[in-house]
């Protein structure tokens, strides 16, 4: 049986702050948030990790950087700037299995991250 947490954000079965949608993409407040503002963009479609992702993705992925960029304009924190993260795999720390990029801002960030 398949059990994605993300997944069931998409079917509706869990009700996420959604910041905003396209057809193929959703953006949702995180429930632990890292920063003032900490949104994760998502594919619709289950794909577990940057791992998963194939040439065919290339559009999807375009999307999800658009989405994110809109979700930090949505957000008030595109002038003041922000982070883009995807983690991959157990050094990144990746805990949910359903490709995810997160959108940081509304406080400075240092460089490299921890
Ligand atoms: P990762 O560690 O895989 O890069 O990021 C997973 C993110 O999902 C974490 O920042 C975590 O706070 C967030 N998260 C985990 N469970 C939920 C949930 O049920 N709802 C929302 N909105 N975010 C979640
Ligand atoms: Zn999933």
Redesign the pocket.
Known sequence: MHDC?FCK?VSGE?E?QIVLETEQVLA?????P?AATHV?VIPKRHIAGMEDVVTGDAMLLGELLLVAKAAAARTGIAKTGYRLVI?TGENA????FHL?V?VLGGRKMAWPPG
């Open positions: 947490l954000i869990i996420p949702f407040k995180d429930i632990h890292a994760l983690n720390g990746q805990s949910v995810h997160h």
